[in-house]
């Protein structure tokens, strides 16, 4: 495993491509997830002479998980010292899926130096402060208790709930979430004290005037289905509408009757994506194979 030191807390990081490559994409994984929601399409950059990079963000993955922290301000800094401490080259094309998105916004404007190129994939253009008090959004969004559960019977669960975990290339994905005892008996790894200190943050959160802020190139990949609730589908459409008023030469390529976790759903169309607007935004890129 690779890890390094960012402001007194060890973070952990994945890596696909050459150290030496001259164009990096750095991925950055949501709430509640991994660095592993990028096995999929981190080696599918990699291959094609990128240098991709996917850190565990605080709390995440196999990174420490300090009591607090969870603010934007915190998380941007987090990945501002890891890119620097392992040498990512600068500008970079920086890539976040769901709240991951909202972290690499915040990173574009607090260092658009470092930015070449945004995507934000099924994230980042609204807040749930937008719409809900946040009484209604502790309710909605505060995550199940699923300590004690066995990890057959809650994998069982997240194949049926979310397609892209029926994909057996994605359990490796589903384990990283959880520890899982010799009892196969999982307890969570992100603690939901600290899942609701990013909630919170989330829901402080006012797109619309960072998106107004970006003076990099801008790349947005929502997803959606038909068995999406109508309420969810209006305002993510709206959000996204948005997006492009406020950017308007951004580009969005929606993903139709696709999972929100996209990068294990359909990793392909995903690299392909990132891959042709990595050539478009980055310096001294790697010719197409």
């Known amino acids: 495993m690779s890890f390094v030191e960012v402001g007194g807390l060890r973070l952990h990081f994945q890596h696909w491509g050459s150290s030496d490559a001259v164009a990096s994409v750095v991925l950055v994984h949501g709430l509640g997830s991994s660095s592993h929601i990028w096995d999929l399409v981190g080696p599918l950059v990699g291959a094609d002479g990128f240098r991709a990079v996917a850190p565990d963000q605080r709390g995440h993955g196999e990174s420490d998980q300090p009591d607090q922290g969870y603010d934007f301000g915190s998380v941007v800094a987090d990945l501002a010292g890891l890119v620097d401490a392992i040498g990512v080259s600068s500008p970079a094309l920086f890539v976040g899926h769901s709240w991951g998105a909202s972290v690499v916004l915040h990173f574009a ?102 998106l107004a802020r970006v003076t990099s190139p801008l790349l947005i990949m929502p997803t959606r289905q038909a068995s999406d609730a109508p309420e969810m589908l209006a305002n993510k459409s709206a959000a996204v509408q948005r997006a492009i008023e406020l950017q308007p030469a951004a580009r969005v390529r929606w993903f139709e009757d696709s999972v929100h976790d996209v990068p294990l759903q359909r990793p392909e169309e995903v690299a392909a994506e990132l891959l042709a607007f990595a050539r478009q935004v980055l310096s001294k890129t790697p010719a197409p194979p």
């Open 109 to 210: 404007v607090t260092h658009a130096d470092r930015c070449a190129g945004v995507c934000l994939v099924d994230g980042g253009t609204g807040s749930p402060g937008e719409r809900w008090s946040w009484e209604e959004t502790e309710r909605r969004l505060r995550p199940p208790d699923l300590d004690g559960m066995r990890w057959a019977d809650l994998h069982q669960r997240m194949s049926r709930n979310n397609g892209a975990f029926a994909d057996p290339r994605a359990e490796a994905v589903g384990r990283s979430l959880f520890h899982v005892d010799a009892a196969g008996r999982v307890s969570r790894r992100f603690r939901i004290p600290n899942h609701m200190q990013v909630v919170r943050a989330m829901w402080e959160q006012r797109p619309s005037e960072l």
